[in-house]
Nanobody
Framework: QVQLVESGGGLVQPGGSLRLSCAASGSIFNINVMNWYRQAPGKERELVAHITSGGFTNYADSVKGRFTISRDNANNTVYLQMNSLKPEDTAVYYC?????????????????WGQGTQVTVSS
């Protein structure tokens, strides 16, 4: 089995910073892309950023220049450094990854999500 566990959310004032972490564990063979999504109350879930195993990154326009995604391939961990936070960044943040894992002598691919971590930006 594979699990994604997030940490690092909380309450921060506008202009502040937070760093989210997401660690994948289990019988993992390979994780190519790792993603951060967020969902604000009453809104659809949106892709915030993603990063490939080779380090290629892409960001939503709303967070470009403020958020930085990075990863530690050896530990199957992805990070989201969030700076200059705004009230509109308030949401539950989820990490997501299509994971290739092994079970016995077979390999499978599954799409996994973390449990979500709340980020609240408010004065």
């Amino acid at each position: 089995q594979v699990q994604l566990v997030e940490s690092g959310g909380g309450l921060v004032q506008p202009g502040g910073s937070l760093r989210l972490s997401c660690a994948a564990s289990g019988s993992i063979f390979n994780i190519n892309v790792m993603n951060w999504y967020r969902q604000a109350p009453g809104k659809e879930r949106e892709l915030v950023a993603h990063i490939t195993s080779g380090g290629f990154t892409n960001y939503a326009d709303s967070v470009k220049g403020r958020f930085t995604i990075s990863r530690d391939n050896a530990n199957n961990t992805v990070y989201l450094q969030m700076n200059s936070l705004k009230p509109e960044d308030t949401a539950v943040y989820y990490c997501n990854a299509p994971v290739q894992f092994y079970s016995g002598s077979d390999y499978y691919t599954g799409d996994y999500w973390g449990q979500g971590t709340q980020v609240t930006v408010s004065s």
